[in-house]
């Protein structure tokens, strides 16, 4: 198993936004993770509208902290008042894509729905997960649809 960069344990990294596939991705990771004994990393996040410095953007927008929500939202909606044991959650500046492929260097996988927010309907795979898929230095699992993730049967 990969270890991570400075921590010498295993991780799974799951990128999160807070659309539907994204909470798929998230049960996903943590059945995973379970099952591998690994910590689970959250990732989301954000950047400034291409826009911005041309359009009025109210100066108490603090799109980090929104990002911050979105994720603590998706926790809730996932696990209730129960997160796995160890999770971590981690929200940076930058594009989706290089934020991702830069945290999962020396994760065991990672993680992402098939399409998040701001993607075409009409899309099979989202432009985040393709990229990614493309160029991790981890494996990548995308989660299509909404079967839940099997539950691991005693031995």
Known sequence: MTAG??????????????SLHS???????????????????????????PSYGWAAIAPDWNPGQDMEKVAADTILAVFGDQPPAGLQVQVREGGTAKVLL???????????GSRGHGGFAGLLL??????????????????????????????
């Open 23 to 49: 909470r798929q991705a998230l049960r996903w990771s943590a059945q995973l993770a379970a099952v591998l004994g690994a910590r689970l990393e959250i990732v989301t996040a954000w950047e400034y509208p």
């Open 126 to 155: 989202g432009s985040v997960s393709a990229n990614v898929a493309e160029h991790a230095a981890c494996p990548v699992l995308i989660i299509h649809g909404d079967q839940p993730p099997p539950q691991p049967t005693p031995a």
């Open 5 to 18: 960069p400075a921590t010498g344990e295993s991780r799974i990294v799951v990128g999160v936004d807070g």
């Open 102 to 112: 830069d945290a999962c260097d020396g994760a065991v996988m990672l993680v992402v």
